[in-house]
């Protein structure tokens, strides 16, 4: 079995590179979200505040400072305004997946490590939320890291390992403030050895982590601090509709399933009450199946919750497919899925400019859908013979292809529609004569960041040009209305007929 590591190896290095560095600053920031923490970043960069989090001169409480730490050291390094706040969380993502198949090939064996690494590593959450900006990918490497560390605990009464994973938790912490250690509720079920978590060898590091930025932050900034981070973005997300991420309780059900995707189809293996005999393998399940129930309770949800579910869930699925008797089934739905990647390729743009996947319109169908089909019959006959990991490391090399086939397609659509880069090279060279009159948020967020100032609004300040937006597309206009539109589905900009 080791001879098979370097073919492997060579394998996943060039997976690794496409999947998660390949046109990495591609497409501008997207949404409402990566600009800010983005300029948050840049910020404390060229301040050198490390512990008062500033959007455009006011702190900005709403996110402990770990991943603002993470950009603003990459700011530091000279990296541009679209890298930066994105390659420290694909480096983080790739080192997670190193240490994963580590960690489960020491507790589950070779076969069953590569089998979880490769599903987590091309699950398209995973890969999605490695490219993005935001708190959930360093919550969900820092909080699984510390559940992994802690299986030599669970079922061995190892401890060597608790001082490291008390130390990731606490970097858990320092990414999304109360939630990591909700999580960790599962450690509850070993209730008769929890005086081994609160030896100071293992409570110090967790407290020498997490606790310092916290108290240093609020005898700064006091009360305000308080109230923004834990009140209004803790406990208030439980019931208020302020927020307006509502959905209802069961919203998760699916979402868990499409983040998977698209290796999805294993889950009905976890099916198996054998696969449960193992006290390791238990505690996985509660991490999985207490997370799905803490993530439905409050009212506000958003798919990116459940990102540190996901290495619980690949890793039993990764035993689970170790130890099925016969995987052909199983593995062919998971290649009728990679025909997911060519459909998303047409159906994201639509949706970016519908203003939603439900607003949609699906698109005709296109037989290239089909190409991935034709993994089967190696999948079926690798899996015939014997040679189960080839089975599904032939799956994962499909998402690769699919990934960047993806990357090529869609990248021009999410730089122009959710993204204001496009905008920005509009009006860059003009930026002092600019206003924003009422455009979308993660529009108005994305234009202050690469104008690296507030822009103003109009109804306060009035400028010759205004940055307007209708039916979704944004355009260019004087005072008189007119102007030069985006036009997000044909790609063409309509001739400015701009007077300054």
């Known amino acids: 079995m080791p001879r098979t590591f370097p073919r492997l190896l060579w394998l996943a290095l060039p997976m690794a590179y496409l999947l998660y560095f390949y046109d990495l600053g591609g497409k501008g920031m997207l949404g409402p979200d990566e600009p800010r923490y983005a300029a948050i970043a840049r910020q404390m960069a060229h301040s050198g505040d490390w512990i008062t989090p500033v959007l455009w001169g006011h702190p ?21 305004p679209d890298l930066a706040p994105r390659l420290p969380l694909a480096l983080l993502s790739v080192a997670f997946l190193v240490f994963y198949w580590w960690i489960l090939r020491r507790e589950f064996g070779f076969r069953a490590a590569w089998i979880a690494t490769l ?28 559940m992994l560390l ?4 669970i079922a061995r009464d190892d401890t060597r390992f608790l001082p490291i994973a008390a130390a990731l938790l606490g970097l858990a912490v320092l990414a999304k403030s109360l939630v990591p250690l909700a999580l960790c509720a599962p450690l509850a079920l070993y209730y ?9 060898r293992v409570l110090l590091p967790f407290l020498a982590v997490a606790v310092p930025w916290y108290a240093l932050c609020y005898w700064r900034n006091g009360k305000p601090f308080v109230d923004e981070l ?15 991420h509502v959905q209802h309780w069961w919203y998760y059900v699916p979402v868990f399933v499409a983040l998977l995707l698209p290796w999805s189809p294993i889950l009905g293996v976890l099916a198996r009450r054998s696969l449960y005999q193992d006290t390791r393998r238990r505690f996985l399940l509660a991490v999985l ?30 035993i689970a497919l170790d130890q099925v008797e016969r995987a052909q089934l199983w593995l062919a739905a998971c290649a009728v899925l990679l025909m997911t990647f060519p459909l998303a390729a047409t159906l994201l743009p639509a949706a970016l400019a519908a203003g939603g996947l439900s607003k949609a319109r699906l698109p005709l169908f296109h037989p290239a859908w089909l190409l991935p089909l034709a993994l089967i019959p190696a999948i079926w006959i690798l899996e015939a013979r014997g040679r189960r990991l080839a089975a599904v490391a032939c799956i994962a090399a499909g998402v690769t292809v699919g990934t960047v086939y993806l990357k090529r397609t869609a990248a021009a659509e999410l730089d122009r529609i959710p993204s204001a880069r496009v905008i920005w090279t509009q009006i860059g060279a ?6 924003i009159d009422g455009i979308d948020r993660g529009l108005q967020y994305g234009l202050n960041y690469y104008a690296g100032r507030e822009l103003p609004e109009c109804a306060q300040s009035p400028h010759s040009l205004r940055v307007r937006e209708a039916a979704g597309h944004p355009y260019l206009s004087d005072s008189s209305g007119q102007g030069s539109k985006v ?11 701009v007077r300054d």
């Open 150 to 153: 802690a299986l030599a605990w």
């Open 487 to 497: 036009d997000p589905v044909s790609q063409r900009s309509v001739p400015s007929t």
């Open 119 to 146: 599903i987590l590593g091309t699950c398209g959450a995973w890969i999605g939320f490695s490219q993005v900006g935001v708190t959930d990918l360093p919550l969900a490497a820092t909080y699984s890291a510390a």
């Open 192 to 200: 008769r050895k929890a005086r081994d978590l609160l030896r100071p």
């Open 430 to 435: 003009r930026a002092d004569q600019v206003c």
């Open 60 to 80: 900005w409480f709403e996110k402990p400072p770990l991943l603002y730490w993470m950009n603003a050291v990459a700011f530091r390094l000279g990296l541009s």
């Open 230 to 244: 834990f009140w209004k973005h803790q406990f208030q997300r439980v019931i208020s509709t302020s927020l307006q």
């Open 289 to 318: 199946v207490w997370g799905l129930v803490f993530f439905s309770i409050p009212i506000n949800k958003l798919p990116g919750y459940l990102l540190p579910l996901l290495p619980a869930a690949a890793a039993l699925m990764g």
